[in-house]
């Protein structure tokens, strides 16, 4: 499941609950009466998948990080490799001069391992947190529209104490 479709399908439900609540007789079909438990526990739930949805943008950034580390890990072996062999093989110039172009493409082939592993994982990392925002901004909204038409369909609130329950 995509990150946010678990809060988007209770929403979704939410919505369902109004849009299927019943109207009563004198009212036009402005105001809705529906069970308020089922809209508790369905906001109980949003509630509950809610974290998940930020601990998992949290996993896909620790895992970029690790990635990137292991690749600056790979790249400072295979440049520390290079420099050896250049060391190795100094006692004549040429051999010298080879070994070190060697390790200078060694060393840029490094970098630019290090740059594209970089770009693809915040490329990822960006895509997830984006859907996860779109996500977001979806579910915000979805919650709004649902309480504005619970705040349409209550009615005048009745402050006094002449509650009959």
Do not use: C
Request: zero cysteines; a negative charge; hydrophobic letters at 35%.
């Amino acid at each position: 499941m995509q990150p946010g479709e678990e809060i988007e399908s209770l929403v979704d439900e939410l919505e369902q609950i109004v849009n299927e609540a019943k109207s009563p007789i004198m009212d036009n079909g402005q105001k809705k009466i529906v069970d308020a438990q089922d809209v508790y526990e369905i906001l109980d739930e949003i509630r509950r998948v809610f974290p998940q949805e930020f601990s998992d943008a949290r996993r896909i950034l620790k895992e970029e990080q690790e990635m990137l580390d292991r690749a600056q890990q790979q790249a400072s072996s295979i440049i520390a490799d290079a420099q050896q062999q250049a060391m190795i093989l100094a006692g004549d110039q040429e051999v010298v001069r080879l070994a070190q172009q060697q390790a200078d493409g060694i060393r840029d082939q490094a970098a630019q391992y290090e740059r594209d592993t970089r770009y693809n994982a915040e490329e990822y990392a960006d895509t997830v947190l984006a859907h996860l925002e779109e996500n977001l901004k979806s579910l915000t909204s979805s919650v709004t529209r649902v309480r504005q038409t619970l705040d349409e369909n209550s009615g005048p609130r009745n402050t006094t104490n002449n509650v009959p329950w």
